[in-house]
């Protein structure tokens, strides 16, 4: 059964640093491109960071470069995003996905709030 189980959201204050985790099970994870994408209230779930399956290829967000970095550990089936200098507007549902040509999977997503 396949399954992306995301952790380490929370409530944090602005500046703060959070990291996020999502842990896969079910399927071979070391061929998948992993992904990070938040959804904010009334807004479409957008993409955070990529990671491809060798970890050689990255991308990010416009809206994160330089503060978020996404990795993976293909020994423990997990990626990870260290969320650093984190601001207001960064408060969304964070999910992970899982992505190759046959097959495209979703976390339940994990909440990130970023608040006084």
């Known amino acids: 059964q396949v399954q992306l189980v995301e952790s380490g959201g929370g409530l944090v204050q602005p500046g703060g640093s959070l990291t996020l985790s999502c842990v896969a099970t079910?399927?071979?994870?070391?061929?998948?491109?992993m992904s990070w994408y938040c959804q904010a209230p009334g807004k479409e779930r957008e993409l955070v960071a990529s990671?491809?399956?060798?970890?050689?290829?990255?991308n990010y967000a416009a809206f994160v470069k330089g503060r978020f970095t996404i990795s993976r550990d293909n020994a423990k089936n997990t990626v990870f995003l260290q969320m650093n200098s984190l601001k207001p507007e960064d408060t969304a549902v964070y999910y992970c996905?899982?992505?190759?040509?046959?097959?495209?999977?979703w976390g339940q997503g994990t909440q990130v709030t970023v608040s006084l």
């Open positions: 996905r899982a992505l190759q040509r046959t097959g495209d999977y």
């Open positions: 990671i491809a399956a060798t970890g050689r290829i990255i």
């Open positions: 079910g399927f071979t994870f070391s061929t998948y491109t």
